[in-house]
């Protein structure tokens, strides 16, 4: 198993300018998480889905962040319009319900 | 109070030592509980879960649960400088299939 597959691993964009990020979870696994990391906040969750329904987004900070699963082996996170603010490793993370495993992640800045 | 409580450290120990992680946590219906360990500038990995109180050990890791304390922790024997790192401890609260992760403690182990 590749395990779970983020692209792209690095992104650069302009303020404004619309980010998405995407995830391949592990096959067989029916929760993915969506997960923000930070010096100043660390690791918090977004958003999760269960069997590609959202669960809980009550961690999804803004309007200008959504994510959607349109099948169980493909994931969205989007953001429009970026802010300077949004720069993170933003982690993707699938689990069948004993631990989760994590993406690579994406570095994401907006300059 | 902050649902995952963790010391940010650093915590350095001389190598071969041990070295004496903790945790507490909020929720008290949370029944599963993981350490993960995070390398500079990569992701989260599971090395441990413990869901019964007491002792649970892998090698030189020895996962410790108290649910009447609220309290877990992590102890490494014979510390080696390849364990530096962050570890983050994550209960599962309520049993709803999410991880709330600690700000992690930094691990350092020297020579």
């Known amino acids: 198993d590749a395990g779970v597959i983020q692209s792209p691993r690095h992104e650069v964009t302009e303020m404004g300018q619309e980010v998405t990020l995407r995830c391949k979870p592990i096959s067989g696994h029916d929760y993915l998480f969506w997960y923000r990391q930070t010096m100043m906040r660390g690791l918090e969750l977004l958003i999760y889905f269960n069997n590609n329904v959202p669960i809980d987004d009550s961690g999804m900070p803004e309007d200008r962040f959504s994510a959607k699963m349109p099948n169980a082996s493909f994931s969205t996170l989007k953001i429009q319009p970026s802010e300077p603010r949004d720069s993170a490793v933003y982690f993707c993370?699938?689990?069948?319900?004993?631990?989760?495993?994590f993406g690579s992640g994406t570095r994401l800045t907006v300059v | 109070q902050k649902e995952v409580e963790q010391n940010s450290g650093p915590l350095s120990v001389p190598e071969g030592a041990i070295a004496s992680l903790n945790c507490t946590y909020s929720d008290r219906v949370s029944q599963s509980f993981f350490w993960y360990r995070q390398y500079s500038g990569k992701s989260p990995e599971l090395i441990m879960s413990?869901?019964?109180?007491g002792d649970k050990e892998d090698g030189r890791f020895t996962a410790q649960l108290n649910k009447a304390s609220q309290y877990v922790s992590l102890l490494i024997r014979d510390s080696q400088p390849s364990d530096s790192a962050t570890y983050l401890c994550a209960p599962e609260p309520s049993n709803t299939g999410k991880l709330i992760f600690g700000q992690g403690t930094t691990l350092q182990v020297k020579p």
């Open positions: 413990i869901y019964s109180n």
């Open positions: 993370a699938s689990s069948s319900g004993l631990g989760y495993t």
